[in-house]
């Protein structure tokens, strides 16, 4: 188990410490699902989903967007490609459609 795992482990609560695996806590009798108690120091929806927001804003700025040439040579790669992928099977399939008429001519 490297490094990484350990600290993973110990921050949920799985590991000790000393690295030795920490006793399980059962799950309460009853079987159905327990719900947290609300927290006094947590922040409101709006704030949270603010949050979000800005978070989301400040990773979008990290992203390294394509330039405009790069861009269209992308897509007249992927355009000129489709064509003759089309124009291939077009083929292929009006030649199997003339050998199969050919084959089964009475």
Do not use: C, H
């Not at 929806?45 to 990773?59: H, P, S, T």
């Not at 291939?88 to 009006?94: C, E, S």
């Amino acid at each position: 188990m490297n490094r990484q795992t350990k600290r993973m482990l110990q921050r949920q609560g799985q590991l000790g410490a000393d690295g030795q695996p920490m006793a399980r806590s059962r799950p309460p009798a009853s079987g159905g699902p327990t719900r947290r108690p609300p927290d006094a120091d947590r922040a409101s929806l709006g704030r949270r989903i603010v949050q979000f927001l800005r978070e989301v804003r400040v990773e979008l700025s990290k992203v390294l967007w394509p330039k405009r040439p790069e861009v269209v040579n992308y897509s007249t790669v992927v355009l000129t490609t489709l064509v003759i992928l089309a124009l291939l099977i077009f083929g292929l399939n009006f030649l199997f459609a003339r050998g199969v008429q050919f084959l089964f001519k009475s």
